[in-house]
């Protein structure tokens, strides 16, 4: 959709008006699903502006990036790492993120657990599609991720999230957002960890991603404009 000539302020309404249908159609209530404003490429002013209409979560996918916007932005803004992250940036990446989604090697979480000053939430990136060239985990390598994670001092675990090979048609997704719940609730029974938070649906997909379960929603595109 080619939406760089609205405002943002109509982008957000059509945005919100998508996740309150899509939560509506799946019974669920608005509140148990959560809107992560993927920043990445804007500027602050853009960041600002979203600000300014009562956003406060905000998505990056670079730590650089995120290192050199987030003290221009306003305070009190929460920021999530959504984007593959080096073992050798685990450090800045604690100090910068409340939260990190795309947590994919056992390897990573030490590192950021290692550097972590205080909690750190984090989300396991799984690569439920078996596509090659991906980032993401296995399915089978999840649970003793999360048995490790359960012994660690500062990372928790708080649930999973997926990246989806890209289609045009969002149902073509949905067998990969269902495969994802599904391994949730398969690691909830053997872990005995609970894992409230999926995260999955972007701006193409978000129905049926909160069709599938998704709590949280990644949208860059259909909040901010094309990149
Ligand atoms: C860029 C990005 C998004 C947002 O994608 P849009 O299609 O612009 O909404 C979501 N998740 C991740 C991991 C991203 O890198």
Redesign the pocket.
């Known amino acids: 959709m080619d939406n760089t000539d609205q405002t943002f302020s109509d982008r957000l309404e059509q945005v919100e008006q998508r996740i309150a249908e899509a939560c509506a159609k799946a019974e669920r209530a608005r509140d148990s699903v959560r809107l992560l404003a ?1 920043s ?1 490429t804007k500027p602050p002013e853009a960041i600002r502006e979203a600000a300014d209409y009562g956003l406060r979560l905000f ?1 990056e ?1 670079r730590v650089q990036e995120a290192q050199a916007k987030i003290p221009l932005c306003p305070d009190g803004l929460e920021w999530h790492l ?2 593959h992250l080096q073992t050798n940036k685990a450090k800045l990446a604690a100090r910068l993120f409340q939260m990190v989604h ?1 947590v994919d090697s056992m390897k990573l979480l030490q590192a950021l657990d290692a550097h972590a000053d205080v909690t750190l939430p984090v989300l396991l990136q799984v690569n439920v599609s078996g596509e090659a060239a991906k980032f993401g985990m296995t399915p089978d390598e999840v649970a003793g991720v999360i048995e490790a994670a359960n012994r660690m001092q500062k990372v928790e675990v708080h649930g999973l999230m997926t ?1 989806p090979p890209f289609s045009p048609d969002p149902e073509k997704t949905r067998v990969h957002f269902a495969a994802l719940r599904d391994l949730r609730d398969r690691l909830q029974d053997e872990t005995g960890t609970p894992l409230p938070e999926l995260s999955m649906g ?3 997909d978000l129905e049926v991603a909160i069709e599938e379960g998704s709590t949280w929603v ?5 909040l901010f404009g094309k ?1």
Do not use: A, E
Request: no cysteine; proline share 0%; charged share 25%.
């Open positions: 993927v990445k998505g996918n959504i984007g795309s990246i972007m701006s193409h990644r949208i860059g595109t259909d990149r």
